[in-house]
């Protein structure tokens, strides 16, 4: 990447420097030229809860935990996620957040 849009990058999106967003766009052979983080509000299918959610995608960190433990920690999960990712209603939000980039060829 050039060192005037590192530089530009770095000072819009501060997690840029740390993160090493840039990697793997910058390992083939690309100069990134735009990174766009923002917040994109996913409403979970109807009776999914922050837990069901854990269940798909990070299964893979219960794996350290004993079996008999998992739905305990997956209550504890959903009362701890509900203030912040559930409605009045009982609807439950995920906060995925999206990267969207621009590079181009080298």
Do not use: K
């Not at 994109?40 to 269940?55: E, I, K, Q, V």
């Not at 794996?63 to 609807?91: I, K, N, V, W």
Request: charged share 30%; glycine share 4%.
């Amino acid at each position: 990447m050039p060192r005037a849009d590192a530089e530009r990058l770095r000072r819009q999106y501060p997690v840029f420097e740390y993160s090493g967003f840039d990697a793997a766009p910058s390992a083939a052979g690309l100069d990134v030229r735009l990174l766009e983080h923002f917040e994109r509000p996913t409403a979970l299918a109807d009776g999914d809860t922050a837990a069901d959610w854990f269940r798909m995608f990070g299964r893979y960190l219960l794996t350290a935990t004993p079996t008999e433990r998992h739905a305990e920690l997956l209550a504890a999960l959903d009362r701890r996620a509900a203030p912040a990712l559930r409605t009045e209603s009982g609807a439950w939000t995920a906060d995925y957040v999206r990267l969207r980039w621009w590079a181009v060829a080298r």
